[in-house]
């Protein structure tokens, strides 16, 4: 028989007086403040502190109970926010209790940061996001690679987060249904011709075949796997990574590539004079990324191969180019597939709004099919800024 029950404020309250999270005698407050996609989330405030309750419902909470959807992503959550710990302290939050036949996970509450894409869509600018970012995407990587752990463990820990449920999803929103008339998609009627192109483009449906295939056979390391900017808190000095239940073992460029499609997608949303902090993000994060899992490589790797000339340059060179489709990728599945972003959505002018959402789209597919051309990130850069041939 199962335990699940799914909690309200008022059992969310007696749970944390059961765990002894807060003293008996205090007087707690219970709001629920989830706006993903998928979970409830409360926030429990006593008189000296505060927690998050994180609860995985049964189904997905965006299209309700018609799309079932497995708890085991709750368990999976709680020991990647364990493990991120592990390797990235400063930039996970903590976790005080989790329970596997409840779907829950009791954490630090972060509610004195901001969710980073919605304030990068009122103007802010975080100056340490990608610094922070960058050393998070490389230490997780790099720690849960062959690199580091050795095969047999590293093989060991990969069967410990096998995540069929959720690959499904990103394998049908990202990969399959923008590229196909699929039930899913969901756009404004005027793009419908910017649509009907992305449909008939065979090259492109060709290489959006190629980087699904890779996702779906790569296993380079445990990924956080939905690493969009919804997906961090951050201040002007803090930065901490939420929300691993999409973590599986994956290709190492697809964790920076979310990263940086949403700081693309947020830059196209603001008038061009406002966008060149978003745009150093971009570069930063590729910087800090590469110099990390640079220094990790060198300071303890069992590959016997490690030092061979050229061995880790071209590493380095290929997750940029995956990592360059997968953001095409996540740019054109934005802006036509299920699950928007509010920093294209939320333009309330319709012309700039649809010209920002074309950005997204041609970007997108650009990326997607002329990977092999870019080799940085000032590249990068430079072709959302100019245009390309
Ligand atoms: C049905 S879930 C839709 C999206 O929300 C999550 O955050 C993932 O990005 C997923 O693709
Ligand atoms: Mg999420």
């Not at 972060?110 to 894409?117: K, N, P, Q, Y």
Request: aromatic share 12%.
């Amino acid at each position: 028989m199962s335990l699940y029950e799914s909690l309200t404020t008022e059992s969310a309250v007696s749970l944390m007086k059961k765990l002894d999270l807060f003293a008996k005698s205090d007087t707690l407050s219970c709001q629920e403040i989830g706006d993903g996609n998928l979970n409830y989330v409360f926030r429990i405030i006593g008189t000296e502190k505060s927690v998050i309750v994180k609860q995985a419902l049964p189904y997905a909470k965006v299209v309700g109970e018609s799309w079932p959807l497995t708890l085991e992503r709750a368990d999976i959550e709680n020991r990647a926010l364990r493990l991120h710990g592990q390797f990235a302290p400063h930039y996970t939050p903590k976790v005080y209790y989790s329970d596997k036949s409840l779907a829950i996970t009791i954490m630090e509450d972060l509610s004195h940061l901001e969710i980073a894409r919605t304030g990068l869509m009122t103007g802010m600018d975080y100056p340490l996001l990608a610094q922070h970012t960058g050393e998070f995407i490389a230490r997780t990587l790099y720690g849960t690679s062959d690199f580091a752990l050795g095969p047999q463990e590293k093989k060991k820990l990969q069967n410990t987060f096998c995540n069929p449920e959720l690959c499904a999803i990103t394998e049908g929103l990202v990969f399959t249904d923008p590229f196909f008339d699929a039930n899913t998609n969901d756009f404004e009627e005027a793009l419908h011709p910017d649509v009907a192109k992305i449909w008939q483009d065979s090259a492109l449906k060709l290489h959006a075949a190629q980087l699904k295939r890779l996702f779906l056979t790569s296993g380079d390391a445990l990924l956080h796997g939905d690493l969009h900017t919804g997906s961090i808190f951050a201040s002007q000095t803090e930065t901490k990574v939420i929300d691993p239940e999409f973590a599986f073992y994956g290709p190492f460029g697809f964790d920076i590539a979310h990263f940086t499609a949403n700081l693309f997608m947020n830059a196209f949303s603001r008038e061009e004079s406002r966008r060149a902090p978003v745009y150093a993000h971009v570069v930063t994060v590729w910087d800090v990324f590469t110099a990390e899992f640079t220094r990790l490589w060198n300071e303890n790797n069992t590959e016997a191969f490690a030092q061979t000339d050229g061995y880790l340059e071209w590493l380095l060179a290929d997750i940029f180019e995956q990592a360059t489709g997968f953001m095409g990728l996540e740019m054109i599945r934005r802006t036509i597939g299920l699950a928007h972003v509010k920093d294209l959505d939320g333009i309330e002018e319709e012309a700039r709004r649809l010209e920002a959402k074309r950005q997204s789209l041609s970007m997108g597919a650009h990326f997607v099919k002329e990977r092999a051309r870019y080799t940085t990130a000032d590249q990068l850069v430079a072709a959302c800024k100019e245009g390309f041939e």
